[in-house]
């Protein structure tokens, strides 16, 4: 056996399906070994930024990695930004990076690249570079080891050409995955006294705690102990929707996040961290936790979430209390010119039980929470890492992990340039995507994200640099040409007829939907006024207001 055939086997036999590739010359005895490997299902992306996105949407939804296969460091660093995203979103991916033979690498030939330093900010846990056919394996098994986690991580293994070509190799078996540990007892103790201390508590939930188990966990230590529930503001999948309890995410606006927070004396972490600002703005606060407040740590990201918070529940009496649940509701089916608000409306009305909701919809996005919150129960996948150009790659990887559920991704229409080759995956696949592009022929939020970080003078040059509006995109014929379905919409009957049709034909669409910006004109220009106001407003009037701007 040769190194990739070794290699191929060991990864099948850890129980890793999927790889999805980009290769070039390097890696050509690991894409020859393919076909000797039939439990190996490989993907071909058509950017690199495509694969890695596919195995971080794919690992989200399998609860396994799947591998990727990438060409030399460029390749990697084309790939980066969705590993930095899965990397935030502690998901676990076996990034594999092809490399020049070992004996090639001194004469520093056209794509030889410093690989491990680029690979390190994405896998800072795991870099390895095979040296030898007869260590390959046993590499593999440590990168997948090191993957699983828990917390799951992307685990790099570089593989330079002679070390996939080498005879000798020997597959190994995989690793027990390790257990994780819950909270130990006093540490849950400590916890219950402060939260029946009587001050304002709340509970924040990240990672494994936003699935059913730990959200009904969670959900009946609130009810019982009445302490608030919160989310953080990008979840790798939370599980929502009629039935299940509902949780409120931490906003992305720090303004907002502060009003959430205000007045909190406890913050229990459950695979969370402490909420931050996402940028820095001049003279404000980076760290939203308020002066006042403590933050106990019930379960790090490598522990085990739920068991944490059956403890918890059982040391406060909770164990039996009644978790109140979402109830069933679909928002009426919208009417008129097409909107932003319109689209998540006719998501609402018409999302069905089981999809796998992609939201990288940026200010378009603003109103799906409320309108999908009582949707039968579905998955919502975020950007956990907020570097653009996550959402059609993970809907590929959605896709084949839940090959019967369907697969619902809102997409900013700048944010769908930075990966659109997804969609010839998608078509190539056969995969039942419903992608919807929000054509706002803008960077909305960096429109808004300019008045708020306080410049002073806004000229021509800086606007042209948020404008998409000439040439005018059209996404419908992008789609078309990389052999996926797709229409355009300007009024929401045309909206809900097309997402009708989508959802019930199997394969992958696009639906182009045109729609002015969510935040424009007055309500632009108000916005910061009002983000500054709401740390000096009583906070039932700042909670109010935050409700309205972002439900
Ligand atoms: C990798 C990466 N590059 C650039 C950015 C900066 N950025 C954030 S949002 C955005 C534009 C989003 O535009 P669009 O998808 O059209 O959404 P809209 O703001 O119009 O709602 C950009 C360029 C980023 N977050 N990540
Ligand atoms: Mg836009």
């Not at 055939?5 to 999927?18: F, K, N, P, S, Y």
């Not at 999948?237 to 406890?266: C, D, F, K, N, S």
Request: net charge neutral; charged share 15%.
């Amino acid at each position: 056996m040769n190194g990739a055939q070794a290699l191929l086997q060991t990864l099948a036999d850890a129980g890793i399906e999927v790889c999805f590739t980009n290769p070039g010359t390097s890696e050509m005895h690991f894409v020859a070994a393919l076909d000797g490997e039939p439990r190996m299902r490989a993907v071909l992306a058509l950017f690199e930024g495509v694969a890695t996105g596919a195995a971080d949407g794919y690992a989200r939804m399998a609860d396994k990695p799947a591998a990727t296969l990438l060409h030399l460091g460029c390749g990697l660093g084309n790939g980066l930004a969705n590993l930095h995203n899965a990397r935030k979103g502690k998901v676990p991916v076996v990034n594999i990076v092809g490399d020049h033979a070992t004996f090639h690498t001194r004469h520093d030939a056209q794509l030889q690249s410093d690989i491990e330093t680029v690979a390190r900010n994405v896998s800072p846990g795991f870099v390895r570079t095979s040296t030898s056919s007869a260590r390959l394996c046993q590499d593999a098994v440590d990168a997948v080891h090191a993957a699983l986690g828990p917390p799951g991580q992307v685990a790099t293994l570089i593989l330079p050409a002679d070390v996939s070509w080498g005879e000798g190799a020997q597959p190994c078996r995989p690793l027990e995955r390790p257990a994780a540990p819950a909270t130990d007892d006093s540490a849950v103790q400590a916890i219950a006294r402060a939260l029946r201390s009587g001050g304002r508590s709340a509970l924040l939930l990240g990672g494994q705690a936003l699935r059913e188990p730990g959200l009904l966990a969670a959900a009946r230590i609130a009810a019982h102990s009445r302490v608030k529930l919160l989310a953080e503001v990008f979840p790798t999948r939370l599980t929502r929707g009629a039935g299940l309890p509902a949780v409120e995410r931490i906003a992305y606006l720090a303004e907002m996040a502060g009003v959430q927070l205000a007045g909190i004396e406890h913050l229990v972490l459950i695979d969370a961290k402490a909420p931050v600002s996402f940028f820095a703005y001049p003279g404000k606060p980076s760290y939203l936790v308020p002066d006042s407040c403590t933050v106990h740590t019930l379960a790090a990201p490598d522990q085990d979430a739920v068991a944490s918070l059956d403890r918890l529940a059982a040391a406060l009496g909770a164990g039996q209390a009644r978790a109140p649940l979402q109830a069933a509701a679909r928002p009426d089916r919208p009417r008129g010119p097409l909107t932003a608000p319109k689209v998540c409306k006719a998501v609402g009305h018409l999302l069905p039980e089981g999809a796998i909701l992609i939201d990288e919809a940026i200010t378009s996005g603003l109103m799906l929470g409320a309108m999908t919150a009582g949707c039968p129960r579905h998955d919502l996948i975020t950007l956990t890492g907020g570097a653009i150009g996550q959402g059609l790659p993970n809907a590929v990887g959605a896709a084949i992990a839940c090959p019967d559920r369907p697969v619902v991704a809102l997409i900013g229409d700048g944010t769908a340039m930075y990966t659109v080759q997804a969609l010839w995956t998608m078509a190539r696949e056969g995969l039942h995507v419903v992608s919807v592009v929000f054509n706002n022929a803008s960077y909305s939020v960096l429109n808004v994200e300019l008045e708020r970080v306080g410049a002073q003078q806004i000229g021509a040059k800086a606007r042209a640099q948020f404008d998409l509006a000439g040439p005018q995109l059209n996404f419908a014929q992008l789609a078309q040409g990389m052999g996926v379905h797709a229409v355009r919409a300007g009024t929401a009957e045309d909206f809900s007829k097309a997402l009708e049709y989508a959802l019930a034909t199997p394969g992958p669409h696009l639906i182009e939907a045109l729609v002015p910006e969510s935040l424009s004109g007055v309500r632009r220009r108000v916005l910061p006024w009002l983000l500054r106001s709401l740390p000096s407003l009583p906070r039932p009037v700042a909670q109010a207001l935050k409700r309205r701007i972002a439900p």
